[in-house]
């Protein structure tokens, strides 16, 4: 099975969520590219892009995506617009497995109205845009994902279950 896994999707997909819960149960280091770059920044994501600006925060998931991938194995959660920013798309398909976790809108909106803070795309929609934003948005980085090796569906996961197609693709 690939021992070197991306995982992405659109913010409240659960990268973040399951890629910890996969990682520990296939004994894989884990990465959250958002993590690593919060630590290495010293703030949270929230501020990188007030104080240093989005192409700031695109350039570090750049570098940090080639940096965690020079590991032999790994699980790796992206920020829902890595794949759509610079050649990263490419060059995971070229390094492992790319996973895309799709629930739908409803699943992903539901989420996002409790963590808007968080996330600095969002964090001053009203929960009426908030839908319309992440309709739109998803529609124009579709493109990207869709070049996943593997696309997940369902609404309701398990660790089984995503074990299962997991190693299985
Ligand atoms: N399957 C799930 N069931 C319940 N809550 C979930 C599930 N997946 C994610 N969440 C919650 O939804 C929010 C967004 O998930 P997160 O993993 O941060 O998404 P992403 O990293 O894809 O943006 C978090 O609060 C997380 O705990
Ligand atoms: O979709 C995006 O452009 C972003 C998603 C976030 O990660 P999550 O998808 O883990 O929320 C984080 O990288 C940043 O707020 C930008
Ligand atoms: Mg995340």
Same mark, same amino acid.
């Given at each position: 099975?690939?021992?070197?896994?991306?995982?992405?999707?659109?913010?409240?997909?659960?990268?973040?969520?399951?890629?910890?819960?996969?990682?520990?149960?296939?004994?894989?280091?884990?990465?959250?590219?958002?993590?690593?770059?919060?630590?290495?920044?010293? &703030?949270?994501?929230?501020? !990188?892009?007030?104080?240093?600006?989005?192409?700031?925060?695109? =350039?570090? %998931?750049?570098?940090?995506? @080639?940096?965690?991938?020079?590991?032999?194995?790994?699980?790796?959660?992206?920020?829902?617009?890595?794949?759509?920013?610079?050649?990263?798309?490419?060059? &995971?398909?070229?390094?492992? !497995?790319?996973?895309?976790?799709?629930?739908?809108?409803?699943? =992903?909106? %539901?989420?996002?109205?409790? @963590?808007?803070?968080?996330?600095?795309?969002?964090?001053?929609?009203?929960?009426?845009?908030?839908?319309?934003?992440?309709?739109?948005?998803?529609?124009?980085?579709?493109?990207?994902?869709?070049?996943?090796?593997?696309?997940?569906?369902?609404?309701?996961?398990?660790?089984?279950?995503?074990?299962?197609?997991?190693?299985?693709?």
């Amino acid at each position: 099975m690939g021992r070197r896994i991306f995982l992405l999707g659109f913010m409240g997909a659960g990268k973040t969520y399951w890629g910890k819960q996969l990682a520990e149960h296939l004994g894989l280091p884990f990465y959250d590219i958002d993590e690593v770059i919060v630590e290495e920044e010293g &703030m949270p994501v929230s501020d !990188i892009f007030a104080e240093k600006g989005e192409d700031y925060f695109r =350039m570090r %998931e750049t570098e940090v995506l @080639k940096d965690v991938s020079e590991q032999p194995e790994f699980l790796v959660s992206c920020g829902g617009g890595t794949p759509c920013f610079s050649d990263n798309m490419d060059w &995971m398909n070229n390094q492992g !497995i790319t996973v895309w976790i799709n629930p739908s809108i409803e699943t =992903m909106v %539901e989420r996002l109205q409790r @963590k808007k803070y968080k996330r600095p795309l969002i964090q001053d929609l009203t929960d009426d845009d908030l839908s319309a934003f992440v309709e739109k948005k998803l529609n124009e980085r579709i493109q990207f994902y869709q070049l996943s090796q593997k696309i997940i569906t369902a609404d309701e996961l398990s660790l089984d279950y995503l074990i299962n197609e997991i190693t299985n693709a």
